[in-house]
C-alpha cells in the first residue's frame, strides 16, 4: 500500500447478530394452576461478531461489539465479542469471533388457590308425609356461582332441588323412598355429584300444642309449668319464636317447662315445638303477674236473726282461684265462712261481731282484711197457726225474733201470756213478765235472751 494509505483512519464495521436461541431449564409458565408460585426460565444462544479491518500501516487491529440473547419471559444477556486480525500493507486481514451468551430471566406471579369443587352434604333426613321439609345441599370449593341439578333418579314426591340455591324442599305426600344424584357445576364447568336417598314416613298424627293457657305465677314464688305437646313423633324441641317470656322465667328446651321467680308484669309471647320429623306447631299463650293478693275493704251488709244470710267476699291480685278462713274473731252464732268466700247461715241473735277473713291463692299468697258484721233483731210473726182469745191453746210456728216480739205478734195480754216448747225432748216454758226467774230458767237455757230461731214451733195459750 502507499504511504497516503498508512495515514488512512482505519474503517471498522461491526456487525453483532444473534445466530441461534434455545430455551430450556423450567417447564412452560402456568398461572392458572393452584400450585403455581415461582417459574425460571433459561435461555442459552450463540452470538457472533464479525470485525473487518483494513489498514496500510499497522500490523494487526482489534474490534470489539455485544451480542445481546433474549428470551421470554424477557430477560437480557449482554456478551462482549473481540476480534483480533493481523492486517499487510497489501491485504485486508477479516477475523470472526463467536461468543456463548446464557441468559437466565425469572418470573413469579401470586394466584389465588382453588379448592377442589366438593358437596359436603352427604346425607338427607328422614320426614313425614304431609310436613314442610326443607334442606339445603351445601357445596364448597370451585368457582361461583354454582348451579344444582338433579341428573338421575328422582326425590319423593312433592320433593324437589331448587337450581339456583341447592335447597331440596317440598310438602311430601306419599310415604316411600326417593333416590337420586344431585351436581353441582361451578363458573369454570368444574362439576361434583352426589347420590342422595329420602325416606318418607306415613305421619300417623299431626302435632299440636295441647297447652292452651297457663296460670299465671305470683310474684317472688318459685313457678314451674309444662306446656305439653299431643301427637308427633319425639324427641321434641320448644322455643319461643315471638315475644318474650316474663321476666325472671326461663323455657326449658326439650320438655317445654317454664320455670322460675316471675317479677311483676304481664307478656304475651308464642311457643312453637319441632318433633323429630321437622312437625311443628305453635301456640300463643299470656302470663300475668300482678300484685299480692289483696282483699278490698268491705262493708257487709247486716243480718236479721232467724233470716237466712248469704254475702260474697272477693279478692284482687295473686292467682285464682282463692281459699278463705277466719283469721281472728268469730262471726255471729248461726254464721259460718265458707271456704270459697261466702258468709251464709241463719244468725240467732242480735249482735255485732268484727273478725278478720284470710284469702289464700293458688300459689300460697295471702291477704288478711277486718270486717264487722251487726245483726239485727227480727220483728216477731207468726209463721202458722194463731192463739185463741179467752184461755184458749194454740200451735204456732214463729218466723224467729223475740219473745216479746212474739207476744206481740199473737195479740194477747202479756200477763195472760204463757209459751211451751221442746227443748232436748222435755217441754219448757216462757211466762212473759213475770218476775220470778225459776219458772222461766229452762226456757232461757234452751233460747238464750229469749230469742227464738225461725221456725220454732210453739203452744201458746192465752188466758
Known amino acids: 500500500m502507499t504511504p497516503a494509505l498508512a495515514r488512512a483512519v482505519i474503517a471498522a464495521t461491526l456487525s453483532v447478530m444473534v445466530v441461534s436461541l434455545t430455551v430450556g431449564g423450567a417447564p412452560p409458565f402456568d398461572a392458572s394452576r393452584a400450585d403455581a408460585a415461582t417459574t425460571t426460565v433459561t435461555s442459552t444462544g450463540t452470538a457472533s461478531t464479525t470485525a473487518t479491518n483494513t489498514a496500510s500501516s499497522i500490523a494487526t487491529s482489534t474490534s470489539t461489539g455485544t451480542a445481546t440473547a433474549t428470551s421470554s419471559p424477557t430477560s437480557t444477556a449482554t456478551v462482549t465479542a473481540t476480534s483480533t486480525g493481523t492486517a499487510t500493507p497489501t491485504a485486508t486481514a477479516t477475523a470472526t469471533a463467536t461468543a456463548t451468551a446464557t441468559a437466565t430471566a425469572t418470573a413469579t406471579a401470586t394466584t389465588t388457590p382453588v379448592q377442589p369443587l366438593q358437596i359436603v352434604t352427604t346425607s338427607l333426613p328422614t320426614s313425614l308425609t304431609n310436613v314442610a321439609y326443607v ?12 348451579s344444582w341439578s338433579v341428573i338421575s333418579g328422582a326425590p319423593p314426591e ?37 347420590v342422595f336417598t329420602v325416606q318418607i314416613v306415613a305421619n300417623a298424627q299431626p302435632i299440636s300444642i295441647a297447652t292452651t293457657s297457663l296460670p299465671n305465677p305470683q310474684p317472688g314464688v318459685w313457678y314451674a309449668q309444662t306446656v305439653t305437646v299431643y301427637g308427633g313423633t319425639p324427641p321434641y324441641n320448644w322455643s319461643v319464636i315471638s315475644g318474650a317470656l316474663p ?52 262493708e257487709l251488709p247486716p243480718a236479721v236473726t232467724g233470716s237466712e244470710y248469704g254475702f260474697q267476699l272477693y279478692a284482687t291480685g295473686g292467682t285464682g282461684p282463692y281459699s278463705w278462713t ?49 245483726v239485727h233483731q227480727r ?19 214463729y218466723t224467729g225474733g223475740t219473745v216479746q216480739q212474739l207476744v206481740t205478734a199473737t195479740g194477747c195480754p202479756v200477763s195472760t201470756m204463757a209459751l211451751w216448747s221442746v227443748s232436748d225432748g222435755a217441754f219448757v216454758i216462757y211466762v212473759p213478765g213475770t218476775t ?28
Open 158 to 194: 312433592g320433593i324437589s332441588l331448587d337450581g339456583g340455591t341447592g335447597l331440596v324442599s317440598g310438602t311430601p305426600w306419599n310415604a316411600g323412598t326417593g333416590m337420586f344424584t344431585v351436581q353441582v357445576t361451578d363458573a369454570a364447568s368444574r362439576v361434583a355429584t352426589q
Open 379 to 397: 220483728v216477731g210473726a207468726l209463721a202458722a197457726g194463731v192463739v185463741p182469745p179467752g184461755g184458749g191453746f194454740g200451735l204456732i210456728v
Open 326 to 374: 277466719v283469721a281472728s274473731g268469730t262471726l255471729p252464732p248461726g254464721l259460718r265462712l265458707e271456704s270459697w268466700g261466702r258468709i251464709t247461715g241463719t244468725p240467732v241473735f242480735a249482735d255485732v261481731s268484727a273478725f278478720s277473713v284470710q284469702a289464700t291463692d293458688s300459689w300460697g299468697g295471702t291477704a288478711t282484711q277486718g270486717l264487722v258484721l251487726g
Open 436 to 463: 220470778n226467774s225459776v219458772v222461766n230458767a229452762s226456757f232461757l237455757a234452751a233460747f238464750p235472751n229469749g230469742e227464738l230461731p225461725a221456725d220454732t214451733p210453739l203452744i201458746a195459750k192465752c188466758v
Open 247 to 298: 321476666s325472671g322465667l326461663v323455657l326449658d328446651t326439650p320438655t317445654g317447662s317454664i320455670s322460675g321467680t316471675a317479677n311483676i308484669g304481664s307478656a304475651t309471647f308464642t311457643m312453637q315445638v319441632t318433633d323429630s320429623g321437622g312437625q311443628l306447631a305453635t301456640q300463643q299463650l299470656m302470663l300475668s303477674i300482678g300484685s299480692s293478693v289483696s282483699i278490698p275493704a268491705t
Open 135 to 146: 334442606q339445603l345441599v351445601a357445596v364448597v370449593g370451585g368457582t361461583l356461582p354454582y
